[in-house]
């Protein structure tokens, strides 16, 4: 079973994505320096040969909840 990401936050000026979800998720990165959350996924579907992975960043302030579960080893991440 993938691991999973549920976004609400900004992604630049005046852009938020509001519910945004994430399946295939290989890797997430959070720099409380910056504030910055960084998801990497798989895109489902792939966009054609050598599409590779997508890399989105997310601004973490303001953000009021963060909150990460493991149910059978798979990882689930919320943020809003």
């Not at 910055?36 to 009021?64: A, F, H, K, M």
Request: no cysteine.
């Amino acid at each position: 079973m993938p691991h999973t990401a549920t976004i609400t936050a900004k992604t630049g000026p005046d852009r938020i994505n509001t519910a945004m979800a994430f399946g295939d998720v290989k890797n997430f990165a959070v720099d409380l320096r910056t504030m910055v959350l960084s998801i990497e996924n798989i895109p489902v579907p792939p966009t054609g040969p050598g599409s590779g992975d997508t890399i989105r960043e997310y601004d973490l302030t303001g953000v009021t909840t963060f909150t990460v579960t493991i149910t059978a080893g798979v990882y689930a991440l919320v943020v809003s």
